[in-house]
T-cell receptor, first 114, second 113 residues
Framework: KQEVTQIPAALSVPEGENLVLNCSFT??????LQWFRQDPGKGLTSLLL?????REQTSGRLNASLDKSSGRSTLYIAASQPGDSATYLC?????????????FGKGTLLTVNP | SAVISQKPSRDICQRGTSLTIQCQVD?????MFWYRQQPGQSLTLIAT?????????ESGFVIDKFPISRPNLTFSTLTVSNMSPEDSSIYLC??????????FGPGTRLTVL
């Protein structure tokens, strides 16, 4: 059974700081790993998808890395802004019998202070 | 990407009643998923709904409590039956093609009194 852990649970930084969010997973037989953003009371916005054969993906100020053998992924946010404040979730996709199953971590609540 | 809408966006219901949540996608997709997010918790998969077949439920979730319909490739419904306050959660649908990226709807915030 896949288990996904995110550290830290909460993080508060001043505007402009670079930061790293961590995600670990127990079952390395993943198809991909996805990072999401969730604003309070809202749905999820997909940020980055890393396929199992990839090492990293970049989108603007965001860079996600994947080390499948060690069961770890990181999300790097450069030059943080108050608008980046949200909960960040990582999720690992595995095969669930005849279907695909996405297992989520509990998230990191990020607060960027102006 | 896919654009997903859900109805209702929120509801307050009395215990013992049922609520049906609708999920509409702007393109045809093979796999649709239903998740629950309890207060302060992360997302938990309820079931996978493929068109033309019965939904596949995860451990801890049963069809009598969460019946799902998938009449075509762009639409699905989740019913929360015989509700109790413990069912108060955000319910989200998502879509994905195999091991490709999954996209989520805006969610339905349910409060059961």
């Amino acid at each position: 059974k896949q288990e996904v852990t995110q550290i830290p649970a909460a993080l508060s930084v001043p505007e402009g700081e670079n930061l790293v969010l961590n995600c670990s997973f127990t079952d390395s037989a993943i198809y991909n790993l996805q990072w999401f953003r969730q604003d309070p009371g809202k749905g999820l916005t997909s940020l980055l998808l890393i396929q199992s054969s990839q090492r990293e993906q970049t989108s603007g100020r965001l860079n996600a890395s994947l080390d499948k053998s060690s069961g770890r992924s990181t999300l790097y946010i450069a030059a943080s802004q108050p608008g980046d404040s949200a909960t960040y979730l990582c999720a690992a996709l595995n095969s669930g019998g005849s279907n695909y199953k996405l297992t989520f971590g509990k998230g990191t609540l990020l607060t960027v202070n102006p | 990407s896919a654009v997903i809408s859900q109805k209702p966006s929120r509801d307050i219901c009395q215990r013992g009643t049922s609520l049906t949540i609708q999920c509409q996608v702007d393109s045809q997709v093979t796999m649709m998923f239903w998740y629950r997010q309890q207060p302060g918790q992360s997302l938990t998969l309820i079931a996978t709904a493929n068109q033309g077949s019965e939904a596949t439920y995860e451990s801890g979730f049963v069809i009598d409590k969460f019946p799902i319909s998938r009449p075509n490739l762009t639409f699905s419904t989740l019913t929360v039956s015989n509700m109790s306050p413990e069912d108060s959660s955000i319910y989200l649908c998502s879509v994905g093609q195999g091991w490709a990226e999954q996209f989520f709807g805006p969610g339905t915030r349910l409060t059961v009194l």
